[in-house]
């Protein structure tokens, strides 16, 4: 993947793009990282970064980026198919990974908290917290 691909995908987009990606992200996310999370290395940085996006003390703008790096995260077809294992997650940590970036020192550590409590719970009883 080039920059100039993650950089289309992670641009915030208008208020109806990020209502519809949230509600994208509050259907999909956690059903899917409970599929995967075994799969990945950045399951703790993925959370971290739901759990920020949710924050509604998250500027709108950081929001807006999450919400297109989740979003793309929890697509059933993207760059490299998810059912190559741990490779066909490179595009998905390419995308968390500049995504963290763009919205560095916004993740605070009650979201990284938030995501290891959610991480050492049990898979089926993890819900979609708002």
């Not at 971290?48 to 919400?67: E, H, K, N, Q, S």
Request: charged residues 30%; proline residues 7%.
């Amino acid at each position: 993947m080039d920059d100039v691909k993650i950089g289309e995908i992670l641009l915030p987009g208008d208020e109806e793009t990020q209502d519809r990606r949230e509600k994208q992200v509050r259907a999909k996310f956690w059903p899917k990282l409970k599929r995967v999370a075994a799969s990945i290395p950045f399951s703790r940085d993925l959370v971290a970064a739901y759990y920020c996006a949710m924050d509604p003390r998250t500027p709108t703008r950081v929001r807006g980026i999450l919400f297109a790096a989740l979003a793309y995260f929890i697509l059933p077809l993207d760059f490299l198919p998810d059912v190559f294992a741990v490779v066909g997650f490179t595009d998905d940590m390419a995308v968390i990974a500049a995504a963290l970036r763009m919205i560095q020192g916004h993740i605070a550590d009650r979201h990284y908290d938030a995501a290891d409590k959610a991480l050492a719970q049990d898979p089926d009883a993890r819900t979609n917290p708002t």
